[in-house]
């Protein structure tokens, strides 16, 4: 109807031109008008785009962040059921089996352990003493210092001058000196007598006039009421001594005895004052001259004096009586030792004794001073225990020293000699006086050891044995030797056991068994050897002999002992003599579970005891067989079977379902007893012939239930196969942004259970993509969650078809948990994939061609396109509108190409319009029908960096395209029409 009314207006506005023409030209008149028309209309809306039964909404993004009031997400989900899967009859352990015979091999001596040790005497050496008497000997006196007599005057001279008055001039002549004497006191003796040093005997002349020549000094003594000269006792200057000058003489005082109060006597000759005139004076008759007198290096053999420290030294040993024993280094368990000292001096003294044989416990030489009292005695005895005794083996002494100091009398006199002394008494001796020093350690040479050790070993059997064969076992002797610290002076063991005997019929001797320091093993194999024994004494007795060699250096530990254990493993024997009891013939042991699984409850589903026994005693005989750890109702297995007398295999069959099986999980071993009644009434003599062979068989082993670890049992997950369905063809070319897939498990199964799974994406072009995961233990966390980058990549393959397929591994052979055979796994597998992509350049949204009749007219000058055009999406987007009067070219595949009507850009999340001028080579696309198609290329978000970020589809996302159109028409009147 809109084609005709455009139609009816061109009609008449090509009536009223052509008349107006008429009247002005004879040509016919041309004009242009313009004509509207539409072209297509398109609403892309979620709803309807999204619209399949699996796609589902959300209020929450995919991260699970919540949406605004009255937006969300579209998301799809499908759950795919996984089938459950059982453990089954897996729970299994291996065959037991095990072959025993029941024969004088079981007829046995348990194994026992002795212990006895013994110990060394105790080794030492002799109390030894000796005293030393040291005198004091000469005696040293301090240096005395210069004392001067009282002075010598002129007066007393030359008595001449008292004939001068004072102030008169007259000459002194010269005239003999008449002996002049004053008295002299010695402050540091009162008497002395001297083997050396000497007095400086000094004149100092303060006279007027010059002394001498010669001046004699005389020292005197008095004796009774006579003062006589002290032999020897004199010195002369044979030079004159000027006036104002000092002259030394030196007295040698060796041989000599002083008192200590003396007299000096001066005599000699004056020369005057040489016929020079002196005025006298008081002050010249007094001048006078003194005489000084000071010791030095004062050595006496006797005197009452002040007594400086003296020093005296003794160095001396004292040697060991002759003994076996000789000492390089001991350590002292018991001893003493006492110093007895007498003073027989009227000085105090401290006395410093070293011992050099003797060391501290803690090291360094032994050494202790002893302070004395005048003319007294000391006594000390000092405890070396601990101590250690020093000396080489070829000088067996102690040797010792000992430094005494006086004090010093001063200021007191007392009277000393060099005959004076003191005696220094030493002894050695153990724990009291006379009784020997006794060692706890020692390195030398000590007298030979011997030593013995007698014991008893009880033999424990079920039977009396009077003479057996052994077939195996043996002595173990271990003799720990904890005497010696060296390899030197180890002694040597024999041992001999009265009730057995070698190979040769002699009783078990070993001989020459060096012991050194620490453990000696010693071995001894039984096999082939007999045991003999009365019945009503059931013991071995054994002697042990202990002796060390002679003269032989070695370091010994005195306080220690050598130890001798001797293990005697249990016997077996080939052939016995004895008394058997009704269940002699007995076999307790056990059969270790080498499996895996580790069992420690398990209920029996099926399995077999079976027991095969060949008899070869020839009696009739029965056994109760038990089995501790197979258990119903509380009570172990037991089955009782009766032995007839045939060699040929009797069988025995026993069904175990219903027992339960009971273990220790650090101790996978079953305990079987089979005891096996025998006559006992009589003394029988079994050999390796007579025996009953069993064999225990326990097969078939399945169980309904495990409680301990069970070893890895692999399940297989079925493979499942599902199409993607549900998904828009529109989406095609959408990346998702992320996908979840989780396998959420079920299972009752308490040990860990290992789940490896794959799932594999296929294409219509057969590309794959795999996800999956390994080794997840669904027990410690049950929903499975496949990695998203995974399970991302597999989706955005765009798959037609998805496969899950994998491998359940049940416990890890360590973990304990429990397992039953009627346990399944099971599991639900999800995938969500909201709709948030990653939009690249070529994604696109993928609508319909439709048909499109513009009716424009021929003579066209020009179109222009209208897009209008309501984007509500978060992104932008290009529309490209195709055109092409053949519709196949837009099937997939394409017959051809379509020509581009045109190309615009769609902004994000607002409405637009635009015009454009369709270029002059493209008018005629629209002249005839045609189909057009709008390809919407999305343009996702990116963030401030350029980097693509996820574009959501929301609940209220759409986007409406309308196009239209405005032609440009010439009319052309010559030729009739417009064109």
């Known amino acids: 109807m809109k084609r005709n009314r455009i139609l009816l207006v061109l009609s008449g506005a090509l009536f009223l031109a052509a008349c107006t023409d008429l009247m002005l030209k004879p040509e016919?008149?041309?004009?242009?008008?313009?004509?509207?028309?539409?072209?297509?209309?398109?609403?892309?809306?979620?709803?309807?785009?999204?619209?399949?039964?699996?796609?589902?909404?959300?209020?929450?993004?995919?991260?699970?962040?919540?949406?605004?009031?009255?937006t969300e997400l579209f998301v799809y989900k499908d759950t795919i059921d996984v089938d459950p899967v059982e453990v089954g009859d897996q729970l299994t352990i291996e065959d037991i089996n095990k072959n025993f015979s029941q024969t004088v091999d079981n007829v046995t001596v348990d194994g026992t352990q002795t212990t006895k040790s013994v110990a060394f005497d105790e080794v030492g050496v002799n109390p030894i003493e000796k005293s030393l008497v040291s005198r004091v000997g000469t005696i040293e006196l301090d240096n005395i210092a210069p004392t001067s007599t009282d002075p010598f005057t002129l007066r007393e001279i030359a008595p001449v001058v008292e004939d001068v008055n004072n102030g008169e001039t007259d000459s002194i002549p010269s005239a003999?000196?008449?002996?002049?004497?004053?008295?002299?006191?010695?402050?540091?003796?009162?008497?002395?007598?001297?083997?050396?040093?000497?007095?400086?005997?000094?004149?100092?002349?303060?006279?007027?006039?010059?002394?001498?020549?010669?001046?004699?000094?005389?020292?005197?003594?008095?004796?009774?009421?006579?003062?006589?000269?002290?032999?020897?006792?004199?010195?002369?200057w044979n030079a004159l001594i000027p006036t104002g000058t000092e002259d030394t003489q030196v007295l040698d005082l060796t041989g000599m005895t002083l008192p200590g109060n003396i007299f000096v006597k001066i005599s000699g000759y004056s020369y005057g004052s040489q016929q020079q005139n002196i005025t006298m004076s008081d002050e010249v008759k007094n001048s006078s001259f003194v005489v000084n007198i000071a010791a030095s290096n004062l050595q006496v053999s006797s005197a009452e004096a002040v007594v400086p420290t003296q020093e005296i030294d003794e160095t001396s040993s004292i040697e060991l009586s002759d003994s076996t024993n000789k000492v390089e280094r001991a350590k002292i368990k018991r001893g003493n030792m006492a110093v007895n000292i007498s003073n027989n001096m009227s000085v105090a003294a401290n006395l410093v004794i070293t011992v050099t044989s003797l060391e501290g416990p803690a090291g360094g030489v032994f050494e202790e001073t002893i302070p004395l009292a005048a003319n007294a005695t000391a006594n000390e005895v000092y405890s070396l225990a601990n101590h250690f005794m020093v000396m080489t083996l070829a000088s067996q002494q102690v040797d010792y020293s000992y430094h005494v100091e006086t004090v010093s009398t001063d200021p007191n006199f007392v009277l000393i000699t060099d005959t004076d002394s003191i005696e220094v008494g030493l002894s050695l001796y153990g724990a009291n006086p006379g009784e020997d020093i006794v060692f706890s350690t020692i390195r030398g040479i000590i007298e030979s050891q011997d030593k013995t050790i007698d014991g008893d070993i009880p033999v424990t059997s079920d039977s009396e044995i009077l003479r057996a064969d052994i077939a195996s076992g043996g002595l173990d002797i271990n003799i720990y030797n904890g005497i010696n610290e060296t390899q030197g002076g180890t002694p040597q063991l024999t041992l001999q056991i009265n009730q057995l005997f070698d190979s040769n019929g002699d009783t078990l001797r070993v001989e020459g068994v060096n012991l050194d320091p620490g453990d000696n093993l010693l071995n001894i194999n039984l096999t082939n050897h007999a045991l003999q024994m009365p019945q009503n004494d059931q013991t071995l007795y054994y002697s042990a002999h202990v002796v060390t060699p002679e003269g032989e250096l070695g370091t010994y530990n005195l306080l220690d002992s050598i130890v001798v254990e001797i293990n005697v493993s249990t016997l077996t024997f080939s052939e016995i003599e004895g008394y058997f009891t009704q269940d002699a013939i007995v076999d307790s042991n056990v059969v270790e579970l080498n499996n895996d699984t580790k069992v420690e409850n398990a209920l029996i589903n099926r399995g077999d005891l079976k027991l095969t026994i060949r008899n070869y005693i020839g009696v009739q005989a029965r056994s109760r067989f038990t089995i501790n750890e197979i258990v119903k109702n509380g009570q172990p297995f037991q089955g009782v079977l009766e032995i007839g007398q045939d060699s040929a295999p009797q069988d025995s069959t026993f069904d175990l379902a219903g027992y339960e099986i009971q273990l220790p999980l650090d101790d996978q071993v079953i305990h079987y007893k089979s005891r096996i009644s025998i006559p006992s009434s009589v003394a029988m003599t079994l050999s390796l012939e007579d025996s009953i062979?069993?064999?225990?068989?326990?097969?078939?082993?399945?169980?309904?239930?495990?409680?301990?670890?069970?070893?890895?049992?692999?399940?297989?997950?079925?493979?499942?196969?599902?199409?993607?369905?549900?998904?828009?063809?529109?989406?095609?070319?959408?990346?998702?942004?992320?996908?979840?897939?989780?396998?959420?498990?079920?299972?009752?199964?308490?040990?860990?259970?290992?789940?490896?799974?794959?799932?594999?994406?296929?294409?219509?072009?057969?590309?794959?993509?795999?996800?999956?995961?390994?080794?997840?233990?669904?027990?410690d966390s049950s929903d499975v969650v496949i990695p998203s980058d995974q399970a991302t990549n597999l989706i955005n393959l765009h798959p037609d078809e998805i496969t899950v397929f994998g491998l359940a591994t049940v416990g890890d052979g360590v973990s304990q948990g429990s397992a039953a055979s009627n346990d399944s796994i099971k599991a639900n597998f999800v995938i969500s994939i909201p709709m948030s992509f990653v939009l690249g350049d070529s994604t696109e949204l993928k609508m319909d061609a439709e048909a499109v009749d513009a009716g424009l007219p021929e003579d066209l000058q020009g179109i222009t396109l209208f897009a209008d055009i309501n984007n509500r999406f978060a992104f932008g987007a290009q529309l490209t509108v195709l055109t092409s009067p053949d519709s196949t070219v837009f099937d997939d595949p394409p017959s051809g190409i379509p020509d581009t009507l045109l190309t615009l850009t769609i902004p994000p999340g607002q409405e637009s319009y635009q015009e454009i001028d369709l270029q002059a080579g493209k008018l005629s696309l629209l002249k005839e029908r045609t189909f057009l198609k709008n390809n919407v290329f999305l343009m996702g978000e990116r963030d401030s960096a350029g980097v693509a970020i996820p574009s959501r589809f929301f609940s209220t996302d759409s986007m409406e395209i309308k196009l239209s159109g405005r032609a440009k028409v010439r009319i052309n009147g010559e030729e009739g029409g417009a064109s």
């Open 693 to 779: 062979a069993i064999n225990m068989n326990i097969a078939n082993l399945s169980f309904d239930q495990v409680d301990g670890i069970v070893a890895p049992i692999e399940v297989e997950i079925d493979t499942i196969r599902q199409e993607l369905s549900g998904m828009p063809d529109e989406l095609d070319d959408f990346n998702f942004s992320r996908v979840d897939m989780t396998l959420a498990f079920d299972s009752q199964i308490s040990i860990p259970v290992f789940l490896d799974l794959s799932i594999i994406g296929t294409a219509s072009d057969g590309q794959t993509v795999t996800a999956g995961v390994s080794n997840w233990n669904i027990t």
């Open 176 to 236: 003999p000196i008449a002996p002049i004497v004053k008295p002299f006191t010695f402050s540091d003796f009162q008497s002395a007598t001297f083997v050396g040093g000497q007095l400086d005997i000094s004149i100092a002349n303060d006279m007027v006039i010059d002394l001498g020549r010669p001046v004699d000094l005389q020292l005197q003594e008095l004796v009774g009421t006579d003062t006589v000269d002290i032999p020897g006792a004199s010195v002369t």
């Open 28 to 70: 016919m008149p041309s004009w242009d008008f313009t004509m509207e028309f539409p072209l297509t209309k398109q609403v892309v809306n979620t709803d309807e785009l999204l619209d399949q039964p699996e796609i589902k909404r959300q209020a929450v993004d995919e991260f699970g962040n919540p949406l605004p009031a009255g």
